[in-house]
Structure formats: structure tokens, C-alpha cells
């Protein structure tokens, strides 16, 4: 055991030391009080054996070793004494212990050979893992140690350990990070120093691609190293255990140590070390009894505030809830107000445009015509004429070989010419068509448009007429119609119109002759209203598009040849004779299109 003086000297020596120590590793800026503090030290060194107790156990001293360059747990400082937060907890340990202690630090290699081997009896500060523990025991963790990967600031591909694969990283040789990347057979390039200020340095200089280093020591380290050019990654790559660590089977050694760390945390002073040293990057949880007194005392008059508050606020929420219904009421007239005005609007703005096109469509049509049937009339003799002169053209040919013809060799020219003027009269038609499309949409006919029509006979007759194309576009048609069917008032040509261009839609929409369009009729008796419903299982279309689809121009097969003018004039059509048309369909899904007219009712009947 210790002499009461040698206890005393022993606090005083550890204080001076952790004083020196704690500044440079800190701040690393010189300290007033170092010139004392080693004045007082070099007085007290010599005393190291005077007014021992002559009883004293002969017992020897323990050889603690420590790692010389592992800030801030345990590092030679610029005197070359020991520091740090393993050093103070070790020798505080040591002194309510009444233990005899020898710290030696140096490379952490050497210094884990050495309790291997024996030659010192315990390492102040070791980071816990499973392979370790069937060579060394370890004490209650003192600390948390959090490993991360450290890469230079223009460094974008390594955020996780995954990232470590084909990569050159630098290890400490021997450390938990160098046992970790082993373990885990990790397919890197490990690059092993002797120190973890080596790492920093050789990933600063541009050497290798990430370093597995300490998040707090490496904080340390590159202020110390002064290296602006790398960073950890956010988040940890571990968090271990760090403690105290002894050769397998110690344990009457590890007891020791072990009751002297829960002393040190009973009486407060191991709080006071770990946050000299730990406490600006490691704090520790406040405590729950702080907690408790604080919150009373803050908490306490808040509520009451609170109470007092909420039921001075209650009248007035009855107040604003009232004035709030009545805002409320007032915007959704307003909403609706201006919703009716925008719709009012738009109606105004579209028969504007309808007008206009009429008249636009009038004046433009006989302009095209006129231009147009002299082309359709000159295409078909400019046909015969070349039919005519083929022969001797293929006879010139086989005489004299190749010719010109305008600018292009004849064996081209008698291929294309043909073509030319058959897509020439295809054009053609095709303005012809598209004019009077746009006639049938300009015109509007309310000629015998009281007649009482058949749908059925309607249905037919369209059959008829798109049968060919039918046909061609579908193997599978199904027709249901429902009889009786009451008729409808209006054009039978009109609405045959309609119908058949419904049945052209569908036939367009199919991707393949397997897919089926179904035509069935009905009645809603509720609405008197009588239905045609067509419905194919062809590409579909969005819904947000359906609203256009009757908008006049508007197409989803322009480069088809579809001048979005059909399903206009069917609209048209259809609301002459009070009718409706209703759209629904899905991406993929098909399309279903219902042409709804109303019961056919003679005069004077009810």
C-alpha cells in the first residue's frame, strides 16, 4: 500500500501532468502556468521514495502500456510525458486502488506484442471485438470509440464499406481497423503504417484513396497536422467498446481495475476526466434526476400559463369557428361563383372560334378545290403518258444503255416516276378528303332531322359501309343489340355518319387482328335516352385528353393521316340532335364510346 505522503505526492503529480498535457493537446498554444507547473514537478520527482512507509508492500509495479500517438486517449506530449484521458483514468484508478503503476507508451504494434508476450500487464486503452477476446479479457468500457473512413475533400465515390472494394486503403498495422478489414475479408488494397498521423499524412499528399481512422483522434490529429484536404464521411463506419485490456486469464488484475473504474464514477470524478478530455466531441447524457428538477422548474410555470391561457382562448374559439363557417360559406360562393364565370367564358370564347372557322372554312375550301381537281385531272394522263412512253424509253435503254432523265440516270428514274405519281394523286385526295371534312364541319344542316330513325337499320347500313376495313383491322366483332328499341327523332344519314366514323376510330385503335370491338344498343329508361355503345380493346388513351377529343384539329394519329376533324363533325352531329357523346378510356386499356339520342316522340303525345 501507499504512504499517506506518497498518496498525497501522487495526486499532485498527476494533477501538474494532465495540466501540461491537456493545453497541447487541446489547443496546442503555449500556457502560463507551465513554468510553475514544472517547477512544482521537479520538486516532487525526487520525493518519489522519501517518508515511504517501511511496511510498504514489496509488491512491484505494474507496466501499464498505451499507444505514443493516439490523441486525445493516450499520446506523448511535447515534454515527452504521457497525456491524455486513458492516462489520467489509469493513474486515478491506480491511486484509489493503492496501486503502483509504470505507464510506458509506444507504437501500438510493439505495444500489443508486449502483453501478448507478457512484458507488460495491461493496455490502457483497447477496442472491443470477438477475436480479441481469445487473446485478451477485457475491463467495463471506459469509452466509445467511433471508426470512420477519412477521404480528400474532391473524393465523391466512397460513402459505405461497400465502397471499399478494388480501393487502395491505408490501416494502422495491428489496429482494430487492420483486424476488421482481415475479418471481414474486405477485397481491398490494405496499405499498413506504423501511426495513425502516418494515414492522414500519406492520404493528404494525394497517396492511396480513403484511410481508416478514428473519428475523434482523427480530429485531433489533422489539427495537430495542420491537413485541410480531407474529411471523415458523415456518418460512422463502427461505434466499439474501448477499454481496458489484460492477457487472457488476468483476472484477478482485471477485478482490480474494474472496481477501481466504478469508484472513480461514485464519487464523480471519472465525469470530471472524461469531460476534460472527451467532453467537447464525446458528451455524455445529462442526467435524469437534471432533467426532472429542470423541467419542474421550467415546465411548472409554463403549464399554468397554459391552463390560464386555453381557457381564456376557448370563448374565443367559439367566436372565431362561427366567423370561420360564414368565411367559408362565402369563398365556396364565390368558388362557385367564379368557376360558372370561367366556364361562361370559355363557351363564349369556343363559339367565337367556331364562327370564325366557319367562315374561314367556307372561304378557303373552294380556293383548295379548284387547284386541287386540276391536280387529280392532269395525274391520272400524266399516268398514261408515261405508260405510253415506257416502251420506247426501255428500248432506248437496251440500245445505248444508261441516260439522263432531268437530272437523274433513267434506271433510277423509271422505278420512282411511277411511285411519284401514284403518292402525288394519294396527296391529293387526301386535301380533297380534309376539305371536306372541314365543309361537313362548317356546314350545318337541320334538314329532315324529324324523322323517327331506327338505330338498328342504322348499325347496318354503317356495317356495310366499313366492312372492308373491318375486316381488315379485326378478326373478332361482336354486335348485341336490344330488342325492342324504341326509335329515335332526327337524320338517319346524319347519325349513320356518326356511326360509322365511331366504327373507323375503332378499327384505327387496334394494335392486332385479335383484339375485339363490341357494338351493342340499349335503353335508359330514366332518361329516355337510347345508346350505341362501341367498344374496342385497342391502345386507349389518356384521361386527361378526353375532354379534347372532340376539339376540332385535335388527333393522336397525325403522322397517320388523321386531321382530328371526324369525331368535331360527329359532335356536332350529334348535339343537332339534342344527343350526347361520352368517352371512357385508359392507356392500354381500350376505348369506350356511347352515342346516346333521345326517344323518338310524335306531336301532341306525352
Known sequence: MLSPFRGLREMLVSDILSCVALAPARSHKRCFCWPLALALLLVLLPLAGFAEDESASPERALLIGGDHNY???????????????????????????????????????????????????????????????????????????HQSIWVRKENLGIRSLADLAGKEVIVMKGSVMHDFMLEREIPANLFLVQTLADALNLLA???????????????????????????????????????????????????????????????????????????????????????????????????????????????????????????????????????ELQVRQKQLLQADKMTSLGILTSGVAH??????????????????????????????????????????????????????????????????????????????????????????????????????????????????????????????????????????????ALNSSNQAIRLRTGLLADEQMVYIEIEDEGCGIEPELLERMTDPFFTTKRESGGTGLGLSVSAGIVNDHQGRLEFDSAPGQGMRVRLLLPVFKEEGLG
Not at 497525456?83 to 507504437?107: C, F, H, K, P, W
Not at 486503452?125 to 469509452?143: C, N, W, Y
Not at 347496318?460 to 373478332?476: C, E, F, G, P
Open 71 to 145: 490523441p486525445p486517449y493516450e499520446y506523448l506530449n511535447e515534454f515527452g510525458l504521457p497525456a491524455g484521458y486513458n492516462v489520467e483514468l489509469t493513474q486515478a484508478v491506480a491511486r484509489v486502488m493503492g496501486l503502483d503503476i509504470n505507464i510506458r507508451l509506444a507504437s501500438w504494434g510493439e505495444m500489443r506484442q508486449a502483453l501478448q508476450r507478457g512484458n507488460i500487464d495491461l493496455l490502457m486503452g483497447m477496442a472491443h471485438t470477438q477475436e480479441r477476446l481469445k487473446l485478451v479479457d477485457f475491463s467495463i468500457p471506459h469509452a466509445k470509440v
Open 367 to 508: 380556293e383548295i378545290n379548284n387547284p386541287n381537281g386540276l391536280i387529280q385531272l392532269n395525274l391520272p394522263l400524266l399516268s398514261k403518258a408515261w405508260q405510253g412512253a415506257e416502251p420506247i424509253l426501255e428500248e432506248h435503254f437496251r440500245q445505248h444503255g444508261d441516260f439522263k432523265l432531268g437530272w437523274f440516270d433513267y434506271s433510277r428514274m423509271r422505278e420512282e416516276i411511277p411511285q411519284m405519281l401514284r403518292e402525288m394523286l394519294d396527296s391529293s385526295n387526301r386535301i380533297k378528303r380534309t376539305v371536306e371534312e372541314l365543309k361537313d364541319f362548317a356546314r350545318r344542316d337541320d334538314s329532315d332531322s324529324n324523322d323517327a330513325v331506327d338505330l338498328h337499320q342504322v348499325i347496318n347500313s354503317s356495317l356495310r359501309l366499313v366492312k372492308n376495313a373491318m375486316q381488315k383491322a379485326t378478326a373478332n366483332f361482336q354486335a348485341d343489340y336490344c330488342e325492342p328499341l324504341p326509335k329515335v327523332r332526327g337524320n338517319g344519314h346524319r347519325i349513320e355518319q356518326v356511326v360509322v366514323n365511331l366504327l373507323l376510330n375503332a378499327c384505327q
Open 205 to 339: 499528399a494525394g497517396r492511396h484513396d480513403c484511410a481508416l481512422v478514428a473519428k475523434l483522434p482523427g480530429e485531433y490529429l489533422l489539427s495537430e497536422l495542420q491537413l485541410d484536404n480531407i474529411h471523415p464521411i458523415a456518418k460512422p463506419l463502427i461505434a466499439q467498446d474501448y477499454g481496458f485490456a489484460v492477457s487472457k486469464g488476468n483476472q484477478e488484475l482485471l477485478a482490480r481495475f474494474n472496481e477501481g473504474l466504478a469508484l472513480l464514477k461514485k464519487s464523480g470524478e471519472y465525469r470530471r476526466i472524461r469531460e476534460k478530455w472527451l467532453g467537447v466531441l464525446q458528451p455524455e447524457g445529462v442526467p435524469w434526476t437534471s432533467i426532472v428538477k429542470y423541467g419542474v422548474l421550467v415546465l411548472g410555470p409554463l403549464l399554468l400559463g397554459l391552463v390560464i391561457i386555453s381557457l381564456w382562448s376557448r370563448t374565443l374559439r367559439q367566436q372565431v369557428a362561427l366567423r370561420t363557417e360564414e368565411l367559408e360559406r362565402e369563398i365556396v360562393e364565390r368558388k362557385r361563383a367564379a368557376e
